[in-house]
């Protein structure tokens, strides 16, 4: 009984965990490009 337990709380971190990965992975995707375009704004300003 207690190792059925102590196994649902690993697998409900492990999700926390994965989720909080996916959102991340996802918002530093999103900010990726932006960085580039601001890269070549200050390219085109140093010009």
Same mark, same amino acid.
């Given at each position: #009984?207690? @190792? @059925? $337990?102590? !196994? /649902? *709380?690993?697998?409900?971190?492990?999700?926390? !965990?994965?989720?909080?990965? $996916? *959102?991340?992975?996802?918002?530093? %995707? /999103?900010?990726?490009?932006? @960085? *580039? #375009?601001? *890269? %070549?704004?200050? #390219?085109?300003? /140093? /010009?």
């Amino acid at each position: #009984m207690l @190792g @059925g $337990t102590l !196994i /649902k *709380k690993l697998v409900n971190s492990n999700i926390a !965990i994965f989720v909080t990965m $996916t *959102k991340f992975l996802s918002y530093t %995707q /999103k900010i990726e490009p932006l @960085g *580039k #375009m601001l *890269k %070549q704004l200050l #390219m085109l300003l /140093k /010009k």
